[in-house]
């Protein structure tokens, strides 16, 4: 018996590291005024308390679709641990109670958010940060971008 502990010690495979989850980018149009933003400003934004960026120019805000990790780290890390049923009461009051113009729009995939943040001027979203398209613009969160230590979105 000791002779098969010890052959199981040596020709075992080694143990592995928990992989780490990949990132959440935020991007926006490339025409948005921003480059960076504190993380209780992007709560802000995505709470509809802000909806501008500069100017005249709108937010069109882009919810990853339900079961997603996008939508898992907006729920968490923006909402501040909402559940799905928390996020949706929340939106359900703004629009009623407080007057709010539109809710986020649900994208169907990370693809479809960053084809409507391409074609949307103002549009902001929730992606992968390893599959970020071209033609979009990708946002610093306090001072930090996806993959950096410290990056408050993982």
Same mark, same amino acid.
């Given at each position: 018996?000791?002779?098969?502990?010890?052959?199981?010690?040596?020709?075992?495979?080694?143990?592995?590291?928990?992989?780490?989850?990949?990132?959440?980018?935020?991007?926006?149009?490339?025409?948005?005024?921003?480059?960076?933003?504190?993380?209780?400003?992007?709560?802000?934004?995505?709470? =509809?308390?802000?909806?501008?960026?500069?100017?005249?120019?709108?937010?069109?805000?882009?919810?990853?679709?339900?079961?997603?990790?996008?939508?898992?780290?907006?729920?968490?890390?923006?909402?501040?641990?909402?559940?799905?049923?928390?996020?949706?009461?929340?939106?359900?009051?703004?629009?009623?109670?407080?007057?709010?113009?539109?809710?986020?729009?649900?994208?169907?995939?990370?693809?479809?958010?960053?084809?409507?943040?391409?074609?949307?001027?103002?549009?902001?979203?929730?992606?992968?940060?390893?599959?970020?398209?071209?033609?979009?613009?990708?946002?610093?969160?306090?001072?930090?971008?996806? =993959?950096?230590?410290?990056?408050?979105?993982?």
């Amino acid at each position: 018996m000791t002779a098969l502990l010890i052959a199981t010690l040596l020709f075992a495979a080694p143990a592995r590291e928990p992989r780490m989850a990949t990132p959440i980018a935020v991007i926006v149009h490339e025409q948005v005024p921003v480059d960076d933003l504190s993380l209780p400003e992007l709560r802000r934004i995505f709470r =509809g308390e802000r909806l501008f960026w500069a100017g005249d120019l709108a937010i069109t805000l882009l919810a990853p679709p339900r079961g997603s990790r996008e939508r898992e780290v907006l729920l968490d890390k923006v909402y501040d641990r909402h559940s799905e049923a928390e996020y949706q009461q929340y939106w359900i009051n703004k629009l009623f109670d407080n007057g709010a113009q539109t809710a986020p729009k649900i994208t169907g995939s990370p693809q479809m958010s960053a084809g409507l943040v391409r074609e949307i001027p103002g549009a902001i979203a929730l992606v992968p940060a390893d599959r970020i398209p071209r033609g979009v613009k990708v946002l610093r969160i306090d001072g930090r971008s996806p =993959g950096q230590a410290g990056y408050p979105l993982r």
